[in-house]
């Protein structure tokens, strides 16, 4: 049997995932025409490569207009210049994406999950533009505006199911967190535009796959504190840490101060998630690297392997 492995060794967060699942061999046509058709425009997006600790990567870019800035990969916004630990070979960006020998150029947009852009010299990227429309600031979307929005956007019905369960996940879990009723919860980040594009995207590129069996042993999360919309908070953030219980998560703290593990990414994984164990004996089919764009002293490099159980071939 052909299973998905999300190896988890240094966290998950939503761009992750959709950029190690592109590097799989996601369908970037289905992914393109869910994109272009979300109802809450002011984004672009580009799918590029970048080489993280000199390893080549897909990397999933979201590109907000000034409206809907924020400083989600600003170390220094994050965890203060004490603990934006960076090597000293690697170029440190003003949203933190730790590029090596690529420079992208793109308009000055930020994004949450995003970084500063740079000319670009010999990778190459696909870059998609979508009309820009006025919203407000950070924009608070509560669960009914939200499923409203994965309603109207063109893609599977089982890509659909998949996008909602993720999105019912995090309510949930921030519903607990603020002692709130589910559909009483408004979102900040997750709410915004760059995370529901986020979503939407892992929830095509994983139904694109077709793989039913998703295994995810454990996830590696840091240690300290993380600035967000609800000020200094620890690492693992409540809505994560809350999720991690719900779904029976391994957790495995790394020593290294820093959010490895975000509320999307972590309800990505349980949404998907089949087991947590991994076969005795296996042979890779396909492998998927994609970048994160925090720079810590580890890489933020997810790897996505699709694999084959030696011992259930054997049996057949």
Do not use: W
Not at 38 to 53: C, D, L, M, T
Not at 106 to 121: F, I, P, R
């Amino acid at each position: 049997m052909k299973s998905l492995y999300l190896e988890c060794n240094a966290g998950i967060s939503g761009d992750m995932l959709v950029a190690a699942l592109l590097d799989l061999g996601a369908d970037k046509e289905a992914l393109d025409k869910a994109l272009q058709s979300i109802p809450a425009k002011g984004f672009e997006y580009k799918i590029s490569r970048v080489s993280k600790a000199g390893v080549n990567c897909c990397d999933f870019d979201v590109i907000l207009d000034e409206e809907h800035a924020n400083h989600d990969h600003d170390m220094a916004f994050l965890h203060g210049n004490d603990d934006a630990v960076v090597h000293s070979h690697e170029h440190e960006h003003h949203h933190d994406h730790e590029h090596e020998h690529e420079h992208e150029h793109h308009h000055d947009h930020d994004h949450e999950h995003e970084h500063e852009h740079h000319h670009d010299h010999d990778h190459e990227h696909e870059h998609s533009h979508v009309p820009h429309e006025h919203h407000h600031h950070h924009e608070h979307r509560g669960l009914q505006e939200v499923i409203a929005i994965i309603d109207a956007t063109d893609m599977s019905a089982a890509a659909k199911e998949l996008a909602l369960k993720i999105f019912d996940i995090i309510a949930d879990a921030e519903a607990k967190a603020h002692a709130v009723e589910k559909n009483a919860v408004h979102f900040h980040e997750v709410g915004a535009i760059d995370s529901i594009v986020d979503i939407v995207a892992i929830a095509v590129c994983a139904d694109s796959l077709g793989v039913e069996n998703v295994i995810v042993p454990e996830l590696c999360e840091g240690r300290g504190t993380v600035r967000c919309q609800h000020g200094v908070l620890p690492v693992p953030v409540p809505a994560t840490a809350n999720i991690m219980q719900r779904f029976g998560f391994n957790v495995h703290l790394l020593p290294v101060q820093g959010e490895f593990v975000t509320p999307t990414g972590a309800a990505a994984a349980a949404a998907l998630m089949t087991t947590d164990e991994l076969p005795q004996s296996f042979k890779i089919l396909g492998i998927g690297l994609g970048a994160g764009k925090r720079q810590y002293e580890r890489p933020s490099i997810l790897r996505a392997l699709l694999i084959e159980d030696n011992a259930q071939k054997k049996t057949l």
